[in-house]
């Protein structure tokens, strides 16, 4: 199994819909993670950070399974502007200068 | 404020050139970081500085050289860089021993 691993996609879901997506991990000592979001050309921006069983922000959800080790990203009423890529970001154990990305999982939102 | 800034924005240099990047931040974070990034693919860790001095280095070749004046500025200075060496470079910083890591704009870097 990968570090970590995201459905690359493209999802393309029309604007209002709810959309998610999972990360899966294999190191089961891992006790934080991290949702980036990253639009074409620019820098990844920190969008939530998971430390227990999950977080909520506005809109946003995450979710974390340590039973079957992912985390997933839940986007109610989608915007234009959620058109971007999401990294799942898990630091390595033993190490918190050292992040492990997922590939991205890229979702564009269509009128 | 999460602020991290990176100068230039864009860079084209040719393989006999000697260039440097520059990023600052000044949220009193005592761990930065340079990582590159390729089109489609997640960042790649280069180098880490803890409190000024460096602390991971990812095998990156001597043609990348890093440097940190002090605890709000970092520097990568560039010399005979190949093509493939074009990409995103970005910067990021952090409190010490917490992972989460606020990155700048980048720099995109062309090498001729």
């Known amino acids: 199994r990968k570090e970590v691993e995201q459905d690359p996609g493209p999802f393309n879901v029309p604007e209002g819909a709810t959309v998610a997506f999972n990360c899966t991990y294999s190191n089961s000592a891992s006790q934080s993670f991290f949702w980036y979001r990253q639009d074409c050309r620019k820098e990844p921006k920190l969008l939530m950070s998971v430390y227990s069983s999950g977080n909520e922000d506005g809109r946003f959800t995450a979710q974390l399974n340590r039973a079957s080790q992912y985390i997933s990203l839940l986007i109610r009423d989608s915007k234009l502007s959620d058109s971007a890529t999401y990294l799942c970001?898990?630091?390595?154990?033993?190490?918190?200068?050292?992040?492990?990305f997922g590939t991205g999982t890229r979702l564009q939102v269509t009128l | 404020d999460t602020e991290v800034t990176q100068t230039p924005k864009h860079l084209v240099m040719g393989m006999t050139n000697k260039k440097s990047l520059k990023c600052e931040q000044h949220m009193g974070h005592r761990a930065m970081y340079w990582y590159k990034q390729k089109a489609k693919k997640p960042p790649e860790l280069m180098f880490v500085y803890s409190y000024e001095k460096l602390s991971i280095n990812e095998s990156v070749p001597s043609r990348f050289s890093p440097e940190c004046p002090n605890s709000s500025l970092l520097n990568l200075h560039l010399h005979a860089l190949q093509p493939e060496d074009s990409a995103l470079y970005l910067c990021?910083?952090?409190?010490?021993?917490?992972?989460?890591?606020?990155f700048g704009p980048g720099t995109r870097l062309t090498v001729l």
């Open positions: 990021a910083s952090s409190q010490q021993g917490v992972d989460t890591q606020y």
């Open positions: 970001v898990v630091p390595r154990t033993g190490t918190a200068s050292k992040l492990t």
